[in-house]
C-alpha cells in the first residue's frame, strides 16, 4: 500500500495551476474535465504518480469559493535551501505567510507560503543550507 494523492477543492483552477506549476514549480501531470458532473480535475507533482504522491486539484466549475473550516492544516515540502526558496516564492507573487526560521519547540528550519485559495503550504528545511 503507497499513498496516491492529496486532493484540495480550488475556487478558480487557472489560477491555482499557476501558483503549484509557476510558483512552487510542481508539473501539471493530468487534466480532464468531467462535463456532465461540471468539475475538472488536475493532477501536479514533483514526479510521476507511478511512484511519487501527488497532489489533486479539484474545481467544481459551479462554485468560485469554499471555506477551508478548522480542521484542515497543511500540505509539507521538503526544500534544500529555504531562504533561497521562500525569496523566490515571493518574487513570483507567491505569499510567504510566516518566515523562514526555527520552528517552536524545536530546531526544525521551517516556513509557510499560501495558495490562492488559502491553504497553507509548510517548507521544511531538509538539508543544511549550503
Known amino acids: ?3 496516491l494523492h492529496t ?12 501558483f503549484y506549476t509557476e510558483v512552487l514549480g510542481m508539473d501539471l501531470l493530468r ?15 514533483y514526479g510521476d504518480e507511478s511512484d511519487t504522491t501527488v497532489l489533486e486539484l479539484t ?3 459551479d462554485i468560485s469559493h469554499y471555506e477551508l473550516g478548522s480542521a484542515y492544516g497543511h500540505i509539507a515540502l521538503g526544500v534544500d ?3 533561497t526558496t ?3 516564492i515571493a518574487a513570483k507573487g507567491g505569499k510567504v505567510v ?3 526560521g526555527p520552528m517552536k519547540h524545536g530546531n526544525t528550519v ?13 517548507l521544511i528545511q531538509i538539508s543544511a543550507p549550503g
Open 59 to 61: 474545481h467544481n466549475w
Open 98 to 100: 510566516r518566515e523562514p
Open 86 to 88: 521562500c525569496a523566490a
Open 31 to 45: 487534466r480532464k474535465d468531467y462535463p456532465s458532473g461540471r468539475f475538472t480535475l488536475a493532477f501536479v507533482g
Open 7 to 18: 486532493m484540495l477543492r480550488v475556487g478558480d483552477l487557472d489560477r491555482s495551476l499557476l
Open 110 to 122: 521551517i516556513a509557510f507560503v499560501e495558495d490562492p485559495d488559502g491553504y497553507k503550504v509548510e
Open 81 to 83: 535551501d529555504i531562504y
Open 1 to 3: 500500500m503507497r499513498m
